[in-house]
């Protein structure tokens, strides 16, 4: 059974930071490219960043153009893991944070078919 697994949310305050784990089992995602998303209620699911897997293809990492500098995006392949560093929080940044794999990552959520339970960041003014 393949389980993404985040962890790392909580509460913070303004302008401090967080760091995000998407752990996977079940299979091997080093070839897949995987995504970090965020939701709050009532609005859409939000891209936040991915990167590209490997399996040949030139690695890269996509940002939100709103998030760039202070969102980064890692893997550690051994531990089959993604990260999410965040930084510079702001109040706006609360939602629940999804990850997400795909055999090729976008910036569109229906192209994910492997997604995690969600782990909440709540950032305070």
């Known amino acids: 059974q393949v389980q993404l697994v985040e962890s790392g949310g909580g509460l913070v305050q303004a302008g401090g930071s967080l760091r995000l784990s998407c752990a996977a089992s079940?299979?091997?995602?080093?070839?897949?490219?995987r995504a970090w998303f965020r939701q709050v209620p009532g609005k859409e699911r939000e891209f936040v960043a991915a990167d590209s897997g490997g399996g040949g293809y030139t690695y890269y990492a996509d940002y939100a153009d709103s998030l760039k500098g202070r969102f980064t995006i890692s893997r550690d392949t051994a531990k089959n893991t993604v990260y999410l560093q965040m930084s510079s929080l702001k109040p706006e940044d609360t939602a629940v944070y999804y990850c997400?794999?795909?055999?090729?990552?976008?910036?569109?959520?229906?192209?994910?078919?492997?997604w995690g339970q969600g782990t909440q960041v709540t950032v305070s003014s």
């Open positions: 079940g299979r091997t995602f080093s070839s897949y490219g």
């Open positions: 997400a794999a795909a055999p090729h990552s976008t910036r569109d959520p229906r192209n994910y078919n492997y």
